[in-house]
């Protein structure tokens, strides 16, 4: 705590992100003596901060919240020697050894292997006045600002399970509940469409797209303006489009997520045309960059659940430790004294 | 999804803690605020209704004031840093649960958890929403 003896001495593991596939790596890092450094980034906790149960995460028969199963994986990496630290990568240099992190305060991190479990965020729609307004009656977070709209008609953009979940937990305040889907069908799985299908206050509207946001910083959300056309996508048409608007007091998205990696770029590591980190062919969390290893939703583009997260977190960290016990002077230098972060 | 009986059992026990609040009122938990009225305190200052809120804003010229909800993920994760700052930097933080006081809220046009706004001279001068970097704040409050 009050010295930093070995400032120059890289870090045996950083793990970037504190989502559950961090956290999961965190502990199996940690219990393998590695002594990660967790990097927090800007959204300690990751997307299962912002839900409410989980149900399908398998030893939790009666559910358990997203905040409460983080909170708990973060306990349990720092029972066995985990280090956090608030801080979000702003560059990194991964083509020397060892590697280099710049954080966004501008202190320097080095590293002999990476974890890079950033997460991915929620995706904003491109409405207009959407930037002036998130915050204001837009939200990316039901559980967070739903208990805003007692007696408010919102609307849920998105189609798939997060959209249903908004729009099923909203119903608990708001007067109605519409959610708004640019096809005419919905992605989410069968139980998720079903609960809310069958819920007498969500109404859909589909073959609909979110144009723009009314409101202001002072009165918040109060409208929309919707566009339709009978085959869907519409603001990708230019003819047959029409447009209404409505009054309503909230807007919430779910409109999937993009996964954050734009501080890869230049790296080495491989990303698909969407962002998503490209891993090694076969059951590995291995990138194109020796050393650097991707686990949870930053490199899972298909699956994106809790558990997922968990396995490719401990997977991710089993590769770690395999390449850092692989490499010649990982073997040859003396245990590098890693108390202190360096930050 | 989180049923009626939860949300009533959430606020079963945040009216116990309130009132635990208010009766430890004499305590060190909120009663520094006023009675260090040129210190800035090490922990923020927690709200317990309108007047309390009126005093605080009277006593600190410049106050950061977090409005935050127990059910809010990315409050519980600020929390930890806004205790940080509070103790480490010479700035005043307070923090307004909004369950508890809805008319703050209201009054104060937050819509968005966590929502943090700089009080100048009683007065919003700087509104954030959404959970912030430390590094943020922190030049924030020293500033």
Redesign the interface.
């Known amino acids: 705590m009050t010295e930093t003896p070995h400032q120059d001495t890289p870090r045996e593991l950083v793990i970037v992100g504190s989502g559950v596939a961090g956290l999961s790596a965190a502990v199996y890092a940690a219990r393998a003596d590695l002594e990660p450094l967790v990097l927090e980034g800007p959204e300690p906790g990751g997307q299962l901060t912002l839900t409410t149960e989980v149900e399908n995460y398998l030893g939790f028969p009666d559910g358990i919240g997203g905040m409460e199963l983080i909170q708990r994986g973060k306990q349990q990496a720092e029972r066995f020697g985990a280090e956090f630290a608030h801080g979000e990568v702003d560059r990194a240099d991964l083509k020397g050894r060892p590697f280099t992190l710049e954080l966004a305060t501008g202190d320097v991190i080095h590293t002999k292997a990476l974890i890079v479990a950033t997460g991915a965020s929620a995706r904003w729609v491109g409405a207009e006045n959407e930037s002036e307004l998130m915050g204001y009656g837009l939200s990316t977070c039901a559980t967070c600002d739903g208990a805003f709209h007692r007696g408010d008609d919102v609307l849920v953009i998105g189609g798939g399970d997060s959209a249903m979940e908004e729009a099923l937990f909203l119903t608990k305040f708001a007067d109605s509940v519409t959610v708004v889907h640019r096809r005419d069908e919905l992605r989410a799985s069968d139980i998720m469409a079903r609960r809310a299908r069958e819920n007498p206050d969500i109404s859909f509207r589909w073959n609909t797209e979110l144009l723009e946001i009314h409101g202001s910083t002072e009165t918040g959300v109060t409208g929309a303006t919707l566009v339709s056309h009978p085959d869907g996508h519409p603001t990708a048409k230019d003819d047959g489009v029409s447009a209404e608007e409505v009054d309503v007091g909230g807007i919430f998205y779910g409109v999937g997520h993009i996964p954050n990696t734009d501080f890869l770029a230049d790296t080495g590591v491989d990303r698909d045309e969407t962002g998503y980190i490209v891993t090694l062919e076969g059951m590995t969390t291995e990138t194109a960059v020796e050393g650097v290893f991707a686990a949870g939703d930053v490199m899972d583009p298909d699956y994106r659940q809790a558990i997922t997260a968990a396995g490719t977190g401990s997977m991710a960290a089993l590769d770690a430790e395999a390449w850092l016990d692989e490499q010649p002077e990982s073997a040859v230098e003396p245990e590098p004294e890693t108390a202190s972060p360096q930050l | ?2 049923t ?1 009986d939860e ?1 009533e059992r959430i606020r079963e026990q945040k009216r116990q803690e309130l009132r635990d609040r208010v009766e430890g009122a004499g305590g060190d938990s909120v009663g520094s605020g006023t009675d260090n009225a040129t210190e800035t305190p090490d922990e923020p200052i927690a709200i317990t209704g309108p007047d309390h809120f009126g005093e605080v804003l009277e006593t600190h010229s410049r106050i950061l004031v977090d409005f935050y ?1 127990d ?7 600020l929390a930890p ?1 806004l205790d940080r700052l509070a103790a480490e930097t010479p700035g005043t933080i307070a923090k307004v649960d ?2 508890a006081h809805p008319q703050l ?1 209201q009054q104060y ?7 943090l706004i700089l009080f100048e001279n009683g007065e919003p001068a700087q ?1 954030l ?3 912030q ?3 943020t704040l922190r030049s924030l409050l020293t500033s």
């Open positions: 999804m989180a009626d949300l909800a059910w809010c993920g990315p409050c519980q994760m840093v909004t369950e809220a046009g937050v819509r968005g958890l966590p929502t509104q929403v959404g959970m970097q430390e590094a």
